[in-house]
Structure formats: C-alpha cells, structure tokens
C-alpha cells in the first residue's frame, strides 16, 4: 500500500484521523463523565493523549512502514541516539524557561522539587508519548522535507487543533486561556521540538524534552503576557533554524 500512497498524503489522513479520533473521545467523555471524577474519565483522558501514538502505529503498519508492532516500537523507542540529541533534549527545557525568566514571565508555584519528581512519571502519558505521533510520525511524513518553516507552521496548527478538544473539557486547564497566546506558546515548541527530531533517530528524546517541560510547570508556569511571548516564540524559532542549518551542514 506504501507504494501507492505518498508520504504527503499519508501525513494528510494521519492528521485528519488523529483530530477526529481525539474529538470523538472528547465527545464521549464530555457526554458520560462531565465531572471528570470518575476512573472512566481518567482512562479516556489517557486515551485522548495516547491517539498521537496509536494512530501512528496503525498507518506505520498500514503503510507497511513497520512489519509489526514490535518493530514499530524499536524504531520509536530503541534507537541509538547521538550524544547531542540527548543534551538537545535537556536544554529545549532550558531555553523555554530561562528566556521566559529572562522575560521576567514566569510565576513560581511555590512547590518543592518533589512536587516536579512525582509528576515527571505522570507527564509520560499525560503529553509525553503524543510526541511519537507529532515529531516521529507526522513530521517524516510532510513533503517540505527541504524546507524546515514550512513544515513547522504546518505541524504547529495540526498541534493547535488537536489541543482544543482536550481543553474542552472543564477541568482541564489549558497553558492560557487566550487562545492565540496558547497558539504562540505551541508554536515556538513545535520550532524546538521540530529541531531535536532533526538530530533524533526515535522518538524519546523529544518525549523526554516534552516530558520536562510538562513538568516544570509544577514549579514554575509562564504567563501570558503576550509581548513576553511574542519574545519567547521569535528566540526559539531563531535557535530551532539555526540547529537544523548547522544539522543540514554537517550532512
């Protein structure tokens, strides 16, 4: 089947189905478990966070990309990655922070560093496995192969609209309330996470990055302050193109 579908085309319904998938489980928690309290509400949330990945699987094998889901899971999860894509993956968190408190757009919790160790584990599922389908999948998958803004414009709105029916639901906070601040914030990570795949074989050193920054809100949450943001996202579009022009030199 592989041969008769192209890899733009395939990017295509990987992003119509992934959207679809997670909007119709959306439906389905906020019709059956609107307070969000019971263990049927958590496990659909799971599942909302899981769909990246799963319908990631299922066209990797449709496509006859992988032979099974074994071999799907060592190309995400087992490859050997380079020592620069693993410092990548420490310092993305970095510069999302650092620059914001540079910015001084940053309100500190007050939680103490367990409160970030506890919830490390949790963002694995809450966030960090959407990378598979994101930056594994569907990035490979767009045809702006040689063009990497493009792409990343592209990817950052696939990301944006499949965000929107999780914050549908009521008792899920979103990073800002203000939907194009919320937009910016994704896009400046799409940039960084976009560069980290780039020096990446597998899909775990973005979930690791992912994972992080996920975490650190315990500690730390950048505000919305939209000039700040504006700041923020134009920095890390700046270093995302520069890592994949040093990346694209090499070769």
Same mark, same amino acid.
């Given at each position: 089947m592989? $041969?008769?579908i192209?890899?733009?085309s395939?990017a295509?319904w990987?992003g119509l189905?992934?959207l679809l998938?997670?909007f119709?489980?959306?439906q389905v928690i906020l019709?059956?478990?609107?307070? *969000?309290?019971?263990?049927? /509400?958590?496990?659909l949330?799971?599942l909302m966070? #899981?769909?990246?990945?799963?319908?990631a699987?299922v066209?990797s094998? !449709?496509l006859?990309?992988v032979?099974s889901l074994?071999?799907?899971f060592? $190309?995400?999860? #087992?490859q050997k990655?380079?020592p620069l894509?693993?410092?990548?993956?420490?310092?993305?968190?970095?510069?999302?922070?650092?620059?914001s408190?540079?910015? =001084?757009n940053?309100?500190f919790t007050g939680?103490s560093?367990?409160a970030?160790f506890l919830?490390?584990p949790?963002?694995?599922?809450?966030?960090g496995?959407?990378? !598979?389908g994101w930056?594994w999948?569907?990035?490979? +998958?767009?045809s702006?192969s040689? +063009?990497?803004?493009p792409? =990343?414009?592209?990817?950052?709105?696939?990301?944006?609209l499949? +965000?929107?029916?999780?914050?549908? #639901?009521?008792?899920?906070?979103a990073?800002s309330?203000?939907y194009l601040i919320?937009y910016l914030m994704?896009l *400046?990570?799409?940039f960084?996470?976009?560069?980290l $795949?780039?020096?990446? $074989? *597998?899909?775990v050193?973005?979930i690791?990055?992912h =994972?992080?920054?996920d975490s650190?809100? !315990?500690?730390?949450l950048v505000?919305?302050?939209l000039p700040q943001?504006i700041?923020? !996202?134009?920095?890390e579009?700046?270093? /995302?193109?520069?890592?994949?022009? /040093?990346?694209?030199?090499?070769?």
């Amino acid at each position: 089947m592989s $041969k008769f579908i192209s890899k733009q085309s395939a990017a295509i319904w990987y992003g119509l189905t992934a959207l679809l998938a997670t909007f119709l489980v959306g439906q389905v928690i906020l019709w059956c478990f609107p307070d *969000g309290r019971s263990m049927g /509400a958590s496990l659909l949330f799971i599942l909302m966070n #899981l769909i990246p990945m799963i319908v990631a699987a299922v066209f990797s094998l !449709v496509l006859s990309e992988v032979n099974s889901l074994g071999e799907f899971f060592k $190309k995400v999860f #087992l490859q050997k990655e380079s020592p620069l894509s693993w410092i990548l993956a420490f310092f993305i968190p970095v510069i999302y922070y650092g620059i914001s408190i540079l910015l =001084m757009n940053v309100r500190f919790t007050g939680n103490s560093l367990l409160a970030f160790f506890l919830y490390f584990p949790w963002t694995l599922l809450y966030g960090g496995l959407e990378e !598979v389908g994101w930056r594994w999948f569907l990035q490979d +998958h767009l045809s702006f192969s040689k +063009h990497f803004i493009p792409k =990343m414009m592209l990817l950052s709105i696939v990301w944006f609209l499949w +965000h929107i029916p999780i914050y549908q #639901l009521p008792w899920i906070t979103a990073g800002s309330s203000n939907y194009l601040i919320f937009y910016l914030m994704i896009l *400046g990570n799409t940039f960084l996470f976009g560069a980290l $795949k780039e020096y990446s $074989k *597998g899909a775990v050193p973005c979930i690791i990055a992912h =994972m992080l920054i996920d975490s650190l809100a !315990v500690l730390m949450l950048v505000q919305s302050s939209l000039p700040q943001i504006i700041l923020l !996202v134009i920095f890390e579009i700046l270093v /995302a193109s520069w890592l994949v022009a /040093a990346r694209k030199s090499e070769k």
